[in-house]
């Protein structure tokens, strides 16, 4: 089925029928809530968008009627999307320098393209802020800032390589948004900095890392910086240099950033491990978890070149599934447990963006949605044992791109659950 056709057919025919919809057809704001993701009095059903909303934002692309899209998902009952609101593109370049319009180049690869674009596109960053925003202010969507800081094929690479460059560029986007009346109760939060510090593309932090990562080579560099003897401590990664550097990047970046924009709350997503990142100055705890870390082939299954059968690999995968699913149950039973437990211990709220069965996964003969549907329905229900488990997604999958989207029923049952959770 074409997916445009689909979206506009089933969303609208749909909502005729919903008790979201008013006389005139339009999805009101059922939720009502205002405020912070640290003050919100009841749970949020949220949407991992990325940065696929704009760069899918093309003649048809699925993105490419805002407002039909966001009207689709408030019919599917979500309240709230993360999304990147592209800082390294809204701010101006070394030189001071505004561009309004990037070319974003797809290069052909043999491989399914999950989010971003799927071709070569043009995208306007900063004019697609002040139309999107009040869409999803319109369709009772609240708004969680977030970025990857990647390049995404654009030309344009100084800011990358800035030190103070993922700085600079939040403060810019953000007082960008405020002048145009857009920093206000609809953003729930900013996530400064996606999976810190392990998984974005921010050269120089990156840079700086490896620099710190091994503690003999920059004794050797730093010879004024009086460390201990590099054999009497922890060596390779997160080495107490390493730990100390990011950590510290991340609470002044933190601090800094709230000083100028005190009505936001800040974090930095997490994923893996996370015992090692000082989360004392997070409003919120965002750490993504997914079963593919332990089930053998779910991690590679979804980035397969589009050559490769498989048939083989998804049945090793469900066949350990089926077997070992009560103890993975535990595993992840613990894990969320861990995660509420910590953010009470700093008196912060928690969720996920992202989560629960696979990170990666895509439309194929061979492979079906059931096993992201059940993660869901066992991690949203181990969520909802805790009382500041406060925003919660179904799966990394939730745009109009993917299969995942079709099933409206399911998507209300469940959005519904994570909603009227009662504490």
């Given at each position: 089925?074409?997916?445009?056709?689909?979206?506009?057919?089933?969303?609208?025919?749909?909502?005729?029928?919903?008790?979201?919809?008013?006389?005139?057809?339009?999805?009101?704001?059922?939720?009502?809530?205002?405020?912070?993701?640290?003050?919100?009095?009841?749970?949020?059903?949220?949407?991992?968008?990325?940065?696929?909303?704009?760069?899918?934002?093309?003649?048809?692309?699925?993105?490419?009627?805002?407002?039909?899209?966001?009207?689709?998902?408030?019919?599917?009952?979500?309240?709230?999307?993360?999304?990147?609101?592209?800082?390294?593109?809204?701010?101006?370049?070394?030189?001071?320098?505004?561009?309004?319009?990037?070319?974003?180049?797809?290069?052909?690869?043999?491989?399914?393209?999950?989010?971003?674009?799927?071709?070569?596109?043009?995208?306007?960053?900063?004019?697609?802020?002040?139309?999107?925003?009040?869409?999803?202010?319109?369709?009772?969507?609240?708004?969680?800032?977030?970025?990857?800081?990647?390049?995404?094929?654009?030309?344009?690479?100084?800011?990358?390589?800035?030190?103070?460059?993922?700085?600079?560029?939040?403060?810019?986007?953000?007082?960008?948004?405020?002048?145009?009346?857009?920093?206000?109760?609809?953003?729930?939060?900013?996530?400064?900095?996606?999976?810190?510090?392990?998984?974005?593309?921010?050269?120089?932090?990156?840079?700086?890392?490896?620099?710190?990562?091994?503690?003999?080579?920059?004794?050797?560099?730093?010879?004024?910086?009086?460390?201990?003897?590099?054999?009497?401590?922890?060596?390779?990664?997160?080495?107490?240099?390493?730990?100390?550097?990011?950590?510290?990047?991340?609470?002044?970046?933190?601090?800094?950033?709230?000083?100028?924009?005190?009505?936001?709350?800040?974090?930095?997503?997490?994923?893996?491990?996370?015992?090692?990142?000082?989360?004392?100055?997070?409003?919120?705890?965002?750490?993504?978890?997914?079963?593919?870390?332990?089930?053998?082939?779910?991690?590679?299954?979804?980035?397969?070149?589009?050559?490769?059968?498989?048939?083989?690999?998804?049945?090793?995968?469900?066949?350990?599934?089926?077997?070992?699913?009560?103890?993975?149950?535990?595993?992840?039973?613990?894990?969320?447990?861990?995660?509420?437990?910590?953010?009470?211990?700093?008196?912060?709220?928690?969720?996920?963006?992202?989560?629960?069965?696979?990170?990666?996964?895509?439309?194929?003969?061979?492979?079906?949605?059931?096993?992201?549907?059940?993660?869901?329905?066992?991690?949203?229900?181990?969520?909802?044992?805790?009382?500041?488990?406060?925003?919660?997604?179904?799966?990394?999958?939730?745009?109009?791109?993917?299969?995942?989207?079709?099933?409206i029923k399911w998507h209300q049952k469940i959005t519904s659950k994570i909603k009227n959770a009662r504490f």
């Open positions: 089925m074409n997916r445009r056709t689909f979206i506009t057919t089933a969303s609208v025919g749909a909502l005729a029928a919903t008790p979201f919809a008013n006389a005139l057809g339009q999805v009101p704001n059922f939720q009502n809530q205002s405020g912070r993701i640290s003050q919100l009095k009841k749970n949020t059903a949220n949407a991992m968008w990325d940065f696929s909303w704009i760069l899918r934002h093309h003649p048809n692309g699925s993105f490419e009627n805002w407002e039909q899209v966001l009207e689709g998902l408030a019919l599917r009952g979500y309240d709230s999307i993360r999304m990147d609101c592209m800082p390294q593109f809204v701010a101006a370049d070394t030189n001071g320098r505004l561009q309004e319009e990037f070319l974003s180049v797809r290069k052909p690869r043999n491989r399914p393209v999950m989010w971003g674009n799927d071709q070569t596109m043009t995208f306007r960053p900063r004019e697609a802020l002040l139309e999107f925003l009040p869409l999803c202010k319109k369709y009772g969507i609240k708004v969680g800032l977030s970025s990857w800081f990647m390049r995404h094929g654009v030309d344009r690479t100084a800011i990358f390589n800035e030190e103070g460059g993922l700085r600079r560029a939040w403060m810019e986007t953000l007082a960008f948004l405020e002048k145009n009346g857009l920093l206000d109760e609809n953003v729930m939060y900013v996530d400064l900095l996606n999976e810190y510090p392990d998984w974005h593309g921010y050269d120089w932090l990156k840079q700086e890392r490896a620099k710190r990562s091994d503690l003999k080579q920059f004794n050797a560099d730093n010879p004024d910086a009086h460390l201990p003897d590099p054999d009497m401590v922890e060596t390779g990664r997160n080495n107490p240099v390493e730990k100390e550097f990011y950590n510290s990047f991340i609470i002044n970046l933190v601090r800094d950033v709230r000083k100028a924009f005190p009505q936001c709350d800040y974090f930095a997503s997490i994923s893996s491990s996370y015992g090692h990142v000082d989360i004392s100055e997070f409003d919120a705890l965002d750490r993504h978890i997914w079963f593919n870390r332990r089930i053998p082939g779910a991690g590679e299954i979804g980035y397969h070149p589009n050559d490769v059968d498989l048939k083989e690999e998804f049945a090793i995968m469900r066949k350990f599934w089926e077997e070992n699913r009560q103890t993975e149950i535990e595993w992840m039973d613990q894990v969320i447990t861990a995660v509420a437990v910590d953010a009470r211990k700093h008196g912060i709220v928690c969720g996920n963006t992202e989560g629960w069965g696979t990170v990666g996964w895509h439309d194929h003969p061979d492979l079906d949605w059931r096993f992201h549907r059940e993660a869901a329905e066992i991690c949203v229900d181990l969520c909802l044992k805790h009382d500041n488990y406060r925003f919660i997604c179904t799966s990394n999958f939730t745009h109009p791109h993917f299969g995942f989207w079709d099933d």
